[in-house]
């Protein structure tokens, strides 16, 4: 019903910056909220960032203030600029869109952080 294709991982610096973007196709709803996921090696999936439709945020604590999350409703397109990476965000990054059907996630993209 909801494909989601994730975009812009990679290996970074520490202190570097990487730009995730999230594309939803399918039956969409209009009121929906976005956001994104991690999981890293031997730990449970957690939340990083999430936009409600109206744009309403909420961040993780160990994000607040390096990650930002926006949305480009008309393109249903999710992003997370990353700055000031540090070696504890690498992890592989899942995108997810949840609306009265559900949840629907991407397939992930993986984020290294080292020097």
């Known amino acids: 019903q909801v494909h989601l294709v994730e975009s812009g991982g990679g290996l970074v610096q520490p202190g570097g910056s990487l730009r995730l973007s999230c594309a939803a196709s399918?039956?969409?709803?209009?009121?929906?909220?976005m956001g994104w996921y991690r999981q890293a090696p031997g730990k449970e999936r957690e939340l990083v960032a999430t936009?409600?439709?109206?744009?309403?945020?909420v961040y993780a604590d160990s994000v607040k203030g390096r990650f930002s999350i926006s949305r480009d409703n008309a393109k249903n397109t999710v992003y997370l600029q990353m700055n000031s990476l540090k070696p504890e965000d690498t992890a592989v990054y899942y995108c997810?869109?949840?609306?009265?059907?559900?949840?629907?996630w991407g397939q992930g993209t993986q984020v290294t952080i080292s020097s």
């Open positions: 997810k869109l949840a609306d009265s059907r559900g949840d629907f």
């Open positions: 399918g039956i969409m709803f209009s009121i929906n909220t």
């Open positions: 936009v409600r439709f109206g744009w309403q945020t």
